[in-house]
């Protein structure tokens, strides 16, 4: 674990907060733009990662596990998105025939 912590260091906080920036960006543009429900539950899991590489970069630049704790949590929640997620996406699909945000306009009738 040791190694690990000492090679994270070795890079500066600054790249991993640039990275992290430019994954969480193209998530909201991702989620801004398409119309494609995959897509947008795709472009949420990068906002995702993005958040859970910066709490595991601060957590090893601080030394307390803290951070990583918070990784677990919202990996966690990210499993019970997909699965409730996709459970969504398949019943709209079979009643839309469709993928298509804009179609579920039509299912408040």
């Not at 990275?19 to 429900?37: D, M, P, Q």
């Not at 539950?41 to 590489?53: G, K, P």
């Not at 704790?69 to 019943?91: K, S």
Request: glycine share 4%; proline share 1%.
């Amino acid at each position: 674990m040791d190694n690990i912590t000492t090679t994270i260091q070795s890079v500066p906080l600054n790249h991993y907060i640039l990275l992290s920036a430019i994954i969480f960006c193209i998530g909201v543009i991702g989620v801004l733009v398409r119309r494609n429900a995959i897509i947008i539950f795709m472009s949420v899991e990068l906002m995702l990662n993005a958040v859970n590489l910066l709490l595991t970069a601060f957590s090893a630049y601080k030394g307390d596990a803290s951070g990583q704790v918070f990784v677990f949590f919202i990996m966690a929640l990210a499993a019970a998105e997909v699965a409730v997620g996709l459970a969504i996406i398949v019943m709209v699909y079979r009643n839309t025939s469709s993928t298509d945000i804009n179609i579920l306009n039509r299912l408040k009738w």
